[in-house]
């Protein structure tokens, strides 16, 4: 007998689960499939579904439930490999007659496994593998697999159907494809359907990264008149995000699929709205500010919409989580009420990992509310649950738990035993993911160094977790919970060495990373560590550090043992031995006594047994190629960035164009909230872009505040100057979390400065990057200015006459095209007035050319006062004059010609050569073939008037 497991079938939900070609023709004998579906019942309950997925053949099954179902069990599959070749091996038994009755194995009872794989897939065919090795194993079955390759070339979109490119992508294997195919698949418009399977790759696979990138630059563009495809694909983007640390950009995603539900409030409950819930209420659990909305509430709807569409399988996943979420709250009972509820209804489902992970939480749980040996009991359980496809990661978890209980009891060396066999599991299994793991487990290792007094050590221990914590943060600086515990260790350590200073430094850095509302544990923290810097103990000060704990403190191991130290550093800084009596008092009440004597009295610790015992440089390693990759990633986005606002810019003289290419690039690559760009005009500053996501009132209030605050730090900075709520600078008048401030050019030589800034809900601030990348931006669009005010003057230099400031002939021509274009389109009327001055040629022959300029100047003069802002007044060469009058007729010209010879007349009455000016007027009309016939016309009637002399002649 055989099983065909293949990558090559013509539906997608034949890549999700395997099925079998012979048990598929066996069961259309309705007494074979009564049999079948009579084994199936008595399968544990989380693997029924997956079972009948398996061999249903039917394609409108629902291809976000099987997504659903692999993403969450995908480890399942050699479960039901398992399942099946059982079911083969025993109906193939009851045909021979029973042979091999005892369970015995020979050449009969083995299984041909041919697995159909693309060469150029090697990930996706190894991990395949290695799950049907693992289902037959199971069955007892000997194995002989028979591996078909198939052709080693990349397929174009002509070999294989829609529904099978999906398959490809959902297995994880993105990255193979062809850039081209993928292109040609956005540009074909292929089925929206195929789109949430591109992004249902499997998590933890090389290719997801790529994949998700993929799919929002090239995929989701082509859906995005398709609700419900759009709501499942951003939410498995965002759930990606979120499983990856990058909080931003779960974000991003997880407010995109929360606005579609939101405008369909009627929308059915589904696998993937169950699914958003849960992942958005994980995500919230961890921080509290992505949604206004409470992660209980959430929790719970994903509880209700897993019940309403019969997500049975799901709920012990969702519950469990909603047991961690009140324990991070120090709500113990509540948390212990759904940690056993969870793992009621995993032993209901049979699922052996879900059974396991459910064990450790109910352990953590009851160690929390310091009900120790009923944690080690669960902890012990979970330990030894025999299960296959528990990540180290979650090993490691079970360690450290173990370790906090040990920890809790002053037991230091079995607690550092415990979380450096946790450290090596993770180490030895290096990923990314894992990296919030690994800086819990230092964490918990600085705890143990704290407690017993080793500061130098302890210090060591808080700098590589903050540095880990801090390489693998994204591009933007991300609150995250280690990173915070990883300061508060060095701020407090640095605080017991004596180290004030770099305490002071310390504390502002976990200011950078405060939050509106922020966990009152931060909270506490924070304010305790700065009652200790400012050594400020007044009683109003210490109660208030109280005052943030005292409804959590009975609950919380984690808070009595920090009070404790509280109270211990407020006796050491002081010699007030009220201090040391209220440490006793709590160790005693909460019986945690052996902190205040290790506190006293430092117990021996062999550190160098467990430093060697890790494998720190190991770790480094890994941590140094990440830290390069991530490098190269930064220069490349600075390239990128700065090379494509170049490119925008260089043939381009428009400062407002140029403008709205700044606009542009800001907007996608900062994240930006509002954008000002000031820019110096008439000695002052003026805001050329004021783009702002807010109300009206609220934006010009922006306005008003960042024009006057700029005006006063320019000139007192030379970089960029942050701002907000995280920064240095935090203006009332500006809520945002984090703004750059970036000037324009030098204190010699301002041309302005602009202003971005982000969200009072964003969970990230600005890094010195972000402020890099920017600056960069600034200075060339200041080159642009400087370049475009060349221009400018240029031009002036050419239209300008340089005797009397006035237009020369070369506007002459350039106007004349404008008027003439506007008398064509929409018939608006203009006239001409040719002026010369009389009597011009006795001021050169008797008072000389000097003079004669002089005189020229002041009858330019005299015509700029006399005629309107918009007449257009040009020296035509010597002493005559045109100026062109836009909508007007000849009567209005005539009346404006003798307001010029009147003001002239009188400008010159009293000069030694009394000047005047003989005037021809003339109105353009249709029988006029081109502007110089019209021009010709009104000069013969200033030629007419050149006979009288100070008078204005029309046409």
Request: a negative charge.
């Amino acid at each position: 007998m055989h099983i065909e497991v293949t990558c090559l079938e013509s539906h997608v939900r034949d890549v999700f689960f395997p099925y079998s070609s012979i048990l598929a023709t066996e069961l259309q004998n309705p007494a074979a499939r009564r049999e079948f579906m009579r084994e199936v019942r008595s399968a544990p309950a989380y693997l029924r579904p997956l079972i009948r997925l398996a061999v249903r053949r039917d394609p409108s099954t629902d291809k976000a439930l099987r997504t659903l179902f692999y993403e969450q069990y995908r480890e399942c599959f050699s479960d039901v490999v398992a399942f099946l070749a059982r079911f083969l091996l025993d109906r193939r038994r009851a045909a021979d007659g029973g042979a091999n009755v005892d369970g015995g194995v020979d050449a009969a009872d083995s299984v041909v496994i041919r697995i159909f794989h693309p060469q150029y897939l090697p990930h996706t065919f190894e991990h395949l593998t290695a799950l049907v090795r693992r289902g037959v194993q199971q069955a007892g079955c000997r194995l002989q697999l028979d591996l078909v390759p198939d052709s080693g070339a990349s397929p174009g979109l002509t070999d294989f159907s829609t529904s099978q490119l999906g398959g490809y992508l959902r297995m994880g294997t993105a990255a193979g494809l062809e850039p081209a195919i993928l292109g040609e698949f956005t540009a074909r418009r292929l089925s929206d359907d195929c789109i949430p399977i591109v992004l249902g790759i499997m998590y933890g696979s090389e290719f997801m990264a790529r994949a998700v990138d993929t799919a929002v630059h090239l995929l989701l563009p082509v859906v995005q008149e398709n609700a419900p495809v759009l709501f499942s694909s951003y939410t498995i983007i965002g759930a990606h995000y979120s499983d990856t640390n990058q909080l931003d950009m779960a974000n991003v995603f997880f407010r995109k699929a929360w606005d579609i539900l939101a405008a369909a409030p009627d929308l059915q409950p589904t696998a993937f709205s169950t699914y958003f819930y849960y992942k958005l209420a994980v995500v919230l659990s961890m921080d509290r500010e992505l949604f206004s909305e409470d992660a209980g509430t959430i929790f719970d709807r994903a509880i209700e919409q897993a019940e309403a569409v019969g997500l049975r399988w799901f709920l012990p996943a969702i519950t469990r989580s909603v047991s961690y979420y009140y324990s991070s709250l120090s709500q113990g009972e509540t948390a212990l009420a759904y940690g056993l509820r969870a793992l009621e209804l995993a032993r209901e489902q049979g699922y052996p990992l879900e059974v396991f992970l459910c064990l450790r939480n109910a352990g953590v749980v009851l160690q929390m509310q310091k009900r120790s040996d009923e944690a080690l009991e669960y902890l012990d359980a979970a330990a030894s649950h025999e299960v296959s496809g528990v990540l180290p990661v979650e090993r490691a978890r079970i360690h450290n738990s173990i370790g906090f209980l040990h920890f809790s009891h002053g037991r230091w060396q079995e607690s550092l035993a415990q979380y450096t066999r946790a450290f090596r599991l993770l180490v030895d299994a290096f990923a990314d993911e894992n990296i919030a793991e690994i800086t819990v487990t230092l964490n918990n290792m600085f705890e143990v160094l704290l407690a017993t007094n080793n500061l130098s050590a302890a210090l060591s221990y808080a700098e590589m977790s903050h540095q880990l914590a801090a390489h693998f943060t994204s591009r933007r600086l991300i609150r995250r919970w280690n990173l915070i515990q990883s300061i508060v260790f060095l701020t407090h350590v640095s605080i017991r060495l004596g180290d004030m200073q770099a305490a002071r430094d310390y504390l502002q850095l976990f200011r950078q990373h405060r939050r509106v509302n922020e966990h009152f544990i931060n909270v506490f923290h924070q304010r305790r560590l700065e009652v200790l810097i400012d050594r400020d103990f007044s009683p109003e000060r210490i109660s208030g550090v109280m005052d943030l704990v005292a409804e959590q403190l009975d609950d919380s191991a984690y808070l009595q043992i920090y009070v404790v130290y509280f109270y211990m550093d407020l006796y050491s800084a002081t010699g007030e031995h009220r201090w040391h009596a209220a440490a006793g008092s709590l160790a005693e009440k909460y019986d945690i006594r052996c902190f205040l004597d290790a506190y006293e009295t430092p117990p021996p610790l062999d550190i160098a047994k467990y430093r060697e015992a890790v494998p720190f440089d190991l770790l480094f390693a890994y941590v140094g190629i990440k830290k390069d990759a991530s490098d190269k990633s930064h220069q490349l986005l600075y390239y990128r960035v700065v090379h494509d606002f170049g490119k925008m810019i260089i043939n381009e003289n428009s400062l407002s164009v140029i403008c709205d290419f700044l606009r542009t690039i800001l907007l996608e690559n900062f994240s930006a909230r509002f954008i000002f760009l000031f820019v110096v005009e008439d000695f002052s500053y003026s805001p050329v872009i004021a783009e702002a996501s807010l109300a009206p009132d609220t934006k010009q209030e922006l306005l008003d505040g960042f024009l006057t605050l700029g005006t006063q730090l320019l000139g007192t900075h030379d970089r960029g100057i942050r701002i907000g709520r995280s920064h240095d600078y935090q203006p009332n008048f500006c809520d945002s979390q984090s703004v750059l401030l970036v000037p324009i050019g030098g204190d010699d030589d301002s041309r302005g400065f602009l202003v971005v800034g982000n969200s009072a809900d964003d969970n990230w601030v600005y890094t010195e990057e972000d402020t890099h990348i920017l600056q960069s931006i600034i200075d060339l669009l200041h080159l642009k200015m400087d370049n475009i005010e060349y221009v400018t003057h240029m031009e002036n230099v050419n239209q300008i006459d340089s005797l009397t400031g006035l237009y020369n002939i070369r506007v002459f021509q350039q106007k004349s095209t404008e008027l003439l274009a506007l008398f064509a389109r929409r018939n608006i009327p203009f006239c001409m007035l040719v002026l010369d001055a009389d009597n011009f040629k006795q001021v050169n022959d008797q008072l000389g050319h000097l003079e004669g300029n002089r005189v020229i100047k002041k009858t330019a003069r005299t015509l700029l006062d006399t005629v309107r802002a918009y007449d257009i007044v040009i020296r035509y060469g010597g002493d005559e004059f045109i100026v062109l009058i836009p909508d007007a007729e000849l009567t209005q010209a005539v009346q404006a010609a003798e307001r010029i010879r009147h003001a002239i007349a009188a400008a010159f009455a009293a000069e030694a050569v009394p000047l005047t000016v003989s005037v021809g007027a003339g109105q353009y009309a249709n029988h006029y073939q081109d502007m110089e016939e019209f021009f010709q016309a009104v000069d013969r009637a200033l030629y007419h008037a050149k006979r009288t002399k100070n008078c204005v002649q029309p046409v």
